[in-house]
Structures are given as structure tokens and as C-alpha cells.
């Protein structure tokens, strides 16, 4: 704030309590369901219920040793690092290419690469679960790992654009009458600059898939499922504080995710202060 | 390093060499409808220092980009010696270009951009080495070879752009304005290294500028550009002493402009009403037999004091200012309502004093007519 020395008068005072007391709330509102579930797999009990009697490991040790928990968390790893890898390809290109000149249509096509974003996802699912099904996709690691790329892509087109915007299109004709060729050009000056933003883009597009439960509803077999597709089944079968463990792990790598992408904001903005 | 003064005259020399790239019927729209290069004809001579000076909006930046690639002409073609460079991409043509804004690589050290043309080629390392030594030495900064870009003051990165542009031994370079984000010091330091790198390099280079001086003073030849084509082009003293149009003789140093009709006409010589009601005799550049007619004669020619006893035409007017420049002064003279400017050496005059009657003239052969309609642009 630019208020620096000068003295405030009550009628600011107050305003600024009142602001750091919604804030606060606001925080709270957000936050605690997300910390309301973490300490209910630490519980001894047997059902997903508060208050909390006792606190043990038992559950935390259940998730752990499960096969059918090992399974989901590979399979969500897997699907999250394929279809984060073809969403960050597929993303950075339609960046690159976005940015590059004024075309005809070159708005609604931004929409269009932008649009899984805002589309309900339930109405994505069954769109794709129509498109899939005469091509033999559904029940497979294919389709839903095209399904999770397509919802990621949008975040690293959003990540890499905004890298993008403070590139010099002029390093790349410099590249180019030096001898590069668009790939090698590519490949030895623009990607080295926009790293930041495909890093994250890609870390983005992971969290998406990560988290993702709908498309998979949709489209898994059993032995595709994924964390949260296993705690949506858990929880209409059974309760177990074992999806409480699961949840606190998922909590765990996003914080992780979150601070990777927070760390490479920073080296971005370093970055950028050399450039 | 061979010595500028051991070189014979410009002219000369570049008169007889021969043509490394031609333009040919070259025509640029970029929208569709507006032509911003019109049917441009061009021969760049081997070995030259070709300069395209003109205002801006004219076409140069976008001559220069279509010879390196980065924009294709709408119609026409260039030729690199006998190969055609439509179908040719900017990384395949082996032209050397210099930016305005340097367009040094940020994630790399000096070393690094210096080697990145080499690199490209597949050099060995220890040739690589070699060479961005030579080359550091040569824009003489052989110091900061470790060093990142932003670490190095604007005129010391454009000499490692000049080092990179080079250091593939390029035949050609092309610059856009490369001293136009300097402090004038430091573009007068520049101006001098690039014209000495060209003579020892014997380097073509086609150079853009709209600073008039650094064009007299580097070019062999200068190409004035307006709206998408070359007014006129030549070396830079016929340019400066006959200029071809209006529009060179008004855009390439200072002059004074003197609007009139055309009285009569006989061969080289026309006499010319001015819009005062003096009578001027001047030699007929670009004009025809009546019509409307401007007079430009350059500050140097006009003549003052006891000067202009023997003159054709004088005429009178008021001194209104002098201003000293050193080596000369510049006497302003109120006469037909306009602002005359008279160009002095300091040793010669007797400064005139503010407020006085004066008398000017010129020769006739200093004054030159020229076509109004093909002087403004
Ligand atoms: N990429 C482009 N798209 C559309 N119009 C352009 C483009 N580049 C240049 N122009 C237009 O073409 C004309 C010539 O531009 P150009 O850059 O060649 O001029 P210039 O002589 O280099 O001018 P300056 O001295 O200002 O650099 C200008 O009217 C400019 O607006
Ligand atoms: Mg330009």
C-alpha cells in the first residue's frame, strides 16, 4: 500500500479492519473444508464421521498397502504425465502459433483452443463418451488420457501465451539470419525463454488431470481407475476413513504442484529482469 | 587493417564492380491494396556500402526484410548473383543482419551468440573458439566473453551484434537503423568502426538509416526511397550537389525553397517569378516549359555582404537573427516572407547585424528548379 508515513484517519482505520477481517473469512471459507477432511485419516474410528475418538496410522497404513489404492495412484500418475505431456506439446505449439500474427478468425480460434475451460465437464464427458465409443476409445488408457490433454491444453495455451508476450520476435529472424533453421531456432532461443511458461502450463495441465473425475466416470474400466474416480466409488460404498488418507495425500501433491509453479514464477520474473 | 586513405575515390571503385544481388520489378503490399513498395528496380554492387536513406514509412525496412527473407515481395524477385531468393528461407540465404535493438539472445553469454552462427554451420569447438576470439578482438571488446547481454552498455552490444553478424563471414550485411538507439557520440564512434570493418572486409553492406549525415558520410551510394520507391540514386556528393528531384534536395541536407512560376525557359537555364515578384534566373533540373517551379538553393551558396556584387539576381531583405556555430555562422534573413538561411564560414564574415538591410544572392547554377509536385512527400 502507498499509505506510507501519512497518519490515517479513524474512517481508514476501520475500512482496513473490515477488509482484513472479509479476507480472513474469505480464506477460511476456502480452505477448511479442504483441512476439514485431513485429520479424519488420522481417526481410529471406522466410518468417515466426526468428532474424532481416537488417532492412529491405521488408515493412512490401509491406503498404503491396498493394491487397489497402488493401482489408482499409478494410474493416476500415469494418465496425469502422458496426457500433461501431449497437452503441453499441443499447448505450446497453439501458443506459438496464436501469437504469432493478426489472421482471419484468429479470435473465435482462441476461444475455440480455450473452451474446455468453460464448457461443463459433464457435458464434455458425454460428448466424448458418444465420439469414443464407434472408435473403440472408451474403457481405454487412450481415450482418457486424449480426454485429460484436451481439458489441460488450455492452461499451458494460457501460460505460454503470457511467456510469449514478452518474447522478441526478433530473436527468431536474428536465429534465422544466422543460419537456424525454424526448428533449430525453436528449439536453441524461443524455447529456452518461454520455458517458465511451458513448465508450468504442463504442471497446470497435470493438476487437471490429477484431479479429474468426471471424463473418467465416463470413460475408465476398472482397471483404469484413478484416486478420485476410487474415492467417488469408496464413497457411495463404503465411508472408510480410507478416503480420507486418500484425500490427504492428493492435498499433499498439489501443495507440491503449487509450489513448483511458484518457484518457477519466480526464476520467470528473474528471467525476465536479465533479459 | 587497410588505411581509409590509401583506397581510391568511392566513385570509382564500386562504378565497375560487379552486381551482387538485383532487384527486380519488386512490389510489396502488405494489405492487399496499398503498395509500399512500387515496382522497384535495384543492383547492389559487390563490395559496396549502399545506404537506403528516405522518411519514414518509405520502404526501407521492408526492402531490407525481403532480402533477408523475412518478407516475401508481392511480385518481382530478387537475385543473389544468378540464383533467384523467392523460394530461398532467410536461414538458408547466408546474409549477415544487424538490428536496431541488437537482438542479442538474453539466455546466452556473448561467447555463446558469437558462436551460435557457428554452431549452426557444425564447426568444431576449437575452430568455434578460435574464430569468437578473432571476433571479439576485432569489435575490440575481447574482455567479456563470460559476460550475459545486459550486462554490456548499448553501444558494446551492438558491437557483439556486429561480431555475430560477422563472424560467419557473411558477404553480405544488412543493417536497420543499427545506431539508431545510441547517444550521437557514441553513433559517430560506430559510424566510423562499421565503415572500417566494411573496407577491411571488404563486406557488401546495405545499410538503413533517416539520419542524412550518417548516410553522406558512410554510403558509397545512396538510394533516397520515398513512397515505396527510389527517387534518386547516387553517390553521396552528386546527391548532396545534384540531387535528381525536389524531394532529394530537400530531404538530404538543409535548403532554402523559393516557390514561383515559370517565366521562360532555354535549355538548362529557366527564369522564375517567385511568389515575392523577384525574378530568378536558375538551372532547370526537373521542370518543364511553364508551370509552377521551386527554386532550393542549399545555405552555403547564398551569398551576402560585398559577395554578391557581380550576382545576377539580388535581392534584399532584413537580417533577423545569426546564430554562431563555430566554424560558421547562420544568417536568417526575412525577404518575400520567407525565412532565408545563409550559411557563413566564421573566418570570412562580417557578421551582419540583427535588424539590418541585407543583400542576397546565388548563382544560377546554385539555384536549382525543380517540379513542386515531386517535392513534398
Ligand atoms: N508488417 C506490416 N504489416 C502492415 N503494414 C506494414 C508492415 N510493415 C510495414 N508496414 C507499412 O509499410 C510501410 C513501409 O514501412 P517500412 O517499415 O518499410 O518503412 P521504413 O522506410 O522502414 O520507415 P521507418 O524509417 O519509419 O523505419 C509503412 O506504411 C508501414 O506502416
Ligand atoms: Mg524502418
Not at chain 1, 40 to 51: K, N, R, T
Not at chain 2, 29 to 47: A, F, P, Q
Not at chain 2, 292 to 304: H, S
Request: contains cysteine.
Amino acid at each position: 500500500m502507498s499509505h506510507n508515513s501519512m497518519p490515517l484517519t479513524t474512517s481508514e482505520r476501520l475500512s482496513g479492519r473490515l477488509l482484513a477481517a472479509v479476507a480472513v473469512a474469505t480464506a477460511i471459507f476456502l480452505v477448511a473444508p479442504i483441512l476439514a477432511i485431513v485429520p479424519l485419516a488420522f481417526s481410529d474410528g471406522e466410518f468417515l464421521v466426526y468428532p474424532i475418538r481416537g488417532y492412529s496410522l491405521k488408515w493412512m497404513e490401509a491406503f498404503f498397502s491396498s493394491e487397489k489404492w497402488a493401482m489408482a495412484v499409478k494410474n493416476s500418475f500415469f494418465i496425469g504425465s502422458l496426457s500433461a505431456a501431449l497437452a503441453t506439446v499441443l499447448g505450446t505449439m497453439a501458443a506459438i502459433g496464436l501469437s504469432r500474427t493478426d489472421f482471419l478468425g484468429k479470435n473465435v480460434l482462441t476461444g475455440f483452443v480455450l473452451s474446455p475451460l468453460v464448457v461443463p465437464i459433464v457435458i464434455y464427458a458425454v460428448g466424448l463418451y458418444f465420439f469414443f465409443a464407434p472408435l473403440g476409445l472408451t474403457q481405454s488408457y487412450t481415450g482418457i488420457v486424449l480426454a485429460h490433454a484436451a481439458l489441460g491444453a488450455p492452461f499451458v495455451v494460457v501460460t505460454v501465451s503470457a511467456s510469449l508476450s514478452g518474447f522478441d520476435h526478433n530473436l527468431m529472424r536474428a536465429a534465422a539470419s544466422l543460419g537456424a533453421s525454424p526448428l533449430l531456432a525453436f528449439r536453441r532461443v524461443m524455447l529456452p525463454l518461454v520455458l517458465p511458461g511451458v513448465v508450468t502450463g504442463a504442471l497446470f495441465a497435470f493438476a487437471a488431470s490429477f484431479d479429474e473425475v468426471v471424463t473418467v466416470l465416463f470413460l475408465a474400466a476398472p482397471e483404469q481407475r484413478t484416486i478420485p474416480r476410487e474415492m467417488f466409488s469408496g464413497l457411495r460404498e463404503s465411508l472408510s476413513p480410507i478416503i480420507a488418507a486418500a484425500s490427504a495425500v492428493m492435498i499433499v501433491i498439489a501443495v507440491l504442484l503449487l509450489a513448483a509453479v511458484e518457484l518457477l514464477k519466480r526464476r520467470a520474473q528473474r528471467m525476465r529482469a536479465t533479459a | 587493417m587497410k588505411a581509409p586513405k590509401n583506397l581510391p575515390t568511392r566513385q570509382s571503385d564500386f562504378a565497375t564492380a560487379p552486381t551482387l544481388v538485383t532487384f527486380e520489378k519488386i512490389s510489396k503490399t502488405y494489405d492487399g491494396h496499398t503498395h509500399v513498395v512500387k515496382n522497384l528496380d535495384l543492383e547492389i554492387r559487390r563490395g559496396e556500402f549502399l545506404t537506403l536513406l528516405g522518411p519514414s514509412g518509405s520502404g526501407k525496412t521492408t526492402c531490407l526484410m525481403m532480402l533477408a527473407g523475412f518478407e516475401v515481395p508481392t511480385s518481382g524477385e530478387i537475385w543473389h548473383g544468378e540464383v533467384p531468393l523467392s523460394r530461398k528461407p532467410p536461414h538458408e540465404r547466408g546474409i549477415g543482419m544487424v538490428f536496431q535493438n541488437y537482438a542479442l539472445f538474453p539466455h546466452m553469454s556473448i561467447a555463446e551468440n558469437i558462436a551460435f552462427p557457428l554452431e549452426v554451420r557444425g564447426l568444431g569447438r576449437a575452430a568455434i573458439a578460435e574464430k569468437v576470439k578473432r571476433a571479439l578482438d576485432m569489435v575490440r571488446l575481447p574482455q567479456i566473453a563470460d559476460r550475459r547481454p545486459n550486462q554490456l552498455s548499448g553501444g558494446q552490444q551492438q558491437r557483439v551484434a556486429l561480431a555475430r553478424a560477422l563472424v560467419f563471414e557473411p558477404e553480405l550485411v544488412l543493417m536497420d537503423e543499427p545506431l539508431g538507439a545510441l547517444d550521437k557520440q557514441l553513433r559517430e564512434h560506430m559510424q566510423y568502426e562499421i565503415r572500417s570493418l566494411h573496407m577491411s572486409l571488404g563486406l557488401t553492406v546495405v545499410y538503413v538509416t533517416h539520419d542524412q549525415t550518417e548516410a553522406l558520410t558512410m554510403s558509397d551510394r545512396i538510394a533516397v526511397f520515398a513512397g515505396g520507391r527510389i527517387r534518386q540514386l547516387a553517390d553521396p556528393r552528386a546527391l548532396y550537389e545534384e540531387p535528381a528531384d525536389g524531394l532529394v534536395a530537400t530531404f538530404v541536407g538543409e535548403s532554402n525553397r523559393f516557390d514561383g512560376t515559370i517565366v521562360s525557359r532555354d535549355g538548362d537555364t529557366a527564369v522564375i517569378a517567385t511568389r515575392g515578384g523577384t525574378r530568378l534566373e536558375a538551372f532547370a533540373v526537373d521542370i518543364g516549359a511553364t508551370g509552377p517551379a521551386a527554386v532550393i538553393v542549399r545555405p552555403e551558396n547564398v551569398r551576402i555582404g560585398a559577395a554578391v556584387d557581380g550576382l545576377r539576381d539580388v535581392i534584399t531583405g532584413r537580417v533577423v537573427d545569426v546564430v554562431y556555430h563555430g566554424d560558421h555562422l547562420q544568417v536568417h534573413i526575412a525577404a518575400e516572407g520567407l525565412d532565408v538561411v545563409a550559411k557563413q564560414p566564421t573566418r570570412d564574415a562580417e557578421a551582419p547585424t540583427v535588424g539590418s538591410e541585407i543583400r542576397f544572392g546565388f548563382l544560377s547554377r546554385h539555384a536549382r528548379a525543380y517540379d513542386p509536385a515531386r517535392t513534398d512527400h
